[in-house]
């Protein structure tokens, strides 16, 4: 049995597969009508959204199936200190597959190795989003035709922003993709996605923070809301959120064949006049992430009933037990503290190891 936690779970071959499912159920929805009758969905959300449940649950619903879940913490019995592997063996007895949102990062993961259906991360604190991935994949592919040979700007908070980790981390596999990182010298790419992702795939990117200077060059710029519930300090957020700023004045400097996407929602970093302009793609990226989670669905309960017993994503990378304590405030091993510390040896000749839930980097003693 396959669980959906981090983009990588997948090959390019799969997620290929994926996108071809997701646009043969555009051509023929009545094919796909009753493909998961009788089947249940969880959508257990502990974190606020729109987009991802609304679009898992109506992707069930299109594809015959039923949903049941939640939309907040506090009418779970998490607020009740119920922990998220004991909520994944309790709904594991009364749904045939899990989406799940969480505050914490690696919750997911806890929860794909304590239930007995498959579960998907459907975006876990700052750490990572793979089902916006996949709809980003499918956006790209739909608009440019192609995966590859693609200069794609990522811009406003790298830092906090899971779905540019979860997006980069997928653009790693294709050739000829030029990154540019466009951000505030306090929102840039977190350590473990600059050394894990960028460094060794040898991908090929620049830094800026002047949005103007980098926009001409672009095929794909992936514009992101500064996440203010994830900073320490609320005046960092307040003089940080407005620092980028998408207007009509500079969408004159960008290719004509530019296409811009956010995984929204957006707060103040899209001027709502773009939304008029053909190469605006976020409400259409909307619409795609629908079809992509239907696809997911499909093939996460196709595996299930062929091999039903869970498989652990096999990196080959060797792991340590209970000898070193993750420091990263948001993982959740600092409030689920009966989990086993486990760290990958990531890169054991520099020093360093990484959590196996959040991938927060650990220098080795
Ligand atoms: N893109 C996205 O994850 O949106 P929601 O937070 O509304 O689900």
Redesign the pocket.
Known sequence: MRSLIDILDFSTEELDRLMDTAADIIANPAKYAEACHGKKLATLFFE??????LSFEAAMLELGGNVIGFSEASSSSAAKGESVADTAKVISCYADIIAMRHPLEGAPYVASCNATVPVINA?DGGHS?PT?TLTDLFTIRREKGRLHDLTVGFCGDLKYGR?VHSLITALSRYTGIRLVLISPEELQLPSYVRYEVLEKNRMTYTETNDLEAAIPELDILYMTRIQGERFANREDYLRLKDSYILTAEKMKLAKSDLAVLH???RVNEISIQIDRDPRACYFKQVANGKYMRMALILKLLEEAASNPTHVEHDDGVARVLNRYTCRNRRCITTVEQELDQIFKLTDPDAGICRCIYCEAKQRME
């Open positions: 606020p959204s729109t987009r991802t449940r975006g989003h916006q779905t995984p929204l929602p």
